[in-house]
């Protein structure tokens, strides 16, 4: 079955450490995308991939990095400099012929104290 | 810059009842907008997507949004609630380069 795959469902961290959040897709899609959810905020683009080897910052992109090395995989890490990392984390993925139109992995709940 | 406008962040129906939940885009007409559905800790799923030309769309789950260009609306329907319904909704219009902007959601309860 072709999806796109968010590990794990739940992460803990302590205050300073950075994390990195898993998201691999085999729907063999061109973009890539990293949301935030906060309750009552929608969604809030993080970052963006159009093709391999190259992103965008979204609207929120300060204390975050990306890398996009593989057309499967868009890893988000979320550095010490995020100053509220605690939030619901989701990865969505675009074929190139359906334009705008967004499919979303499970998500990552990231907790950090 | 487009967005979207979701009145209501909850809403509250009773099981068998219509099921309303609004959406008003905020100038230009798109030329897509999109409702999806995010149940309790899980990701988004796509309801459905209007395309330029078509008044009323279907999408699953028994839904569908009519398209009023005169209200600058894009409002989700259903005619009878169920309570597997219950869930968040979120209007997402265009911007830019291939990125949507997401309203600010409705949480939807069927009261049994």
């Known amino acids: 079955d072709g999806g796109i795959t968010q590990s794990p469902k739940y992460l803990f961290r302590k205050e300073g450490q950075n994390v990195t959040l898993s998201c691999e897709q085999n729907l063999n899609h061109d973009a890539m995308y990293w949301y935030r959810q906060d309750p009552g905020q929608g969604l809030r683009l993080i970052y963006y991939s159009q093709i391999v080897n190259d992103f965008q910052k979204g609207d929120i992109a300060e204390g975050y990095s990306v890398s996009r090395e593989k057309k499967e995989s868009f890893p988000l890490t979320v550095t010490s400099a995020q100053k509220n990392p605690t939030a619901f984390y989701l990865c969505a993925s675009r074929n190139r012929d359906r334009a705008y139109e967004q499919y979303f992995g499970p998500g990552t709940r990231l907790t950090v104290t | 810059a487009q967005s979207v406008t979701q009145l209501g962040s909850h809403v509250s129906v009773s099981e068998g009842a219509l099921v309303l939940l609004r959406c008003n885009y905020s100038?230009?007409?798109?030329?897509?907008l999109f409702w999806y559905v995010q149940y309790p800790n899980q990701g988004l799923q796509l309801l459905l997507k209007y395309t330029t030309g078509a008044t009323l769309v279907k999408g699953i789950n028994g839904f569908e949004a009519e398209f009023k260009k005169s209200e600058t609306s894009f409002h989700l329907t259903k005619p009878s609630a169920h309570m597997s319904d219950a869930a968040e909704y979120f209007c997402a219009v265009p911007r830019g380069n291939e990125k949507l902007t997401f309203g600010t959601g409705t949480r939807l309860t069927i009261i049994p």
């Open positions: 100038s230009s007409v798109p030329p897509y």
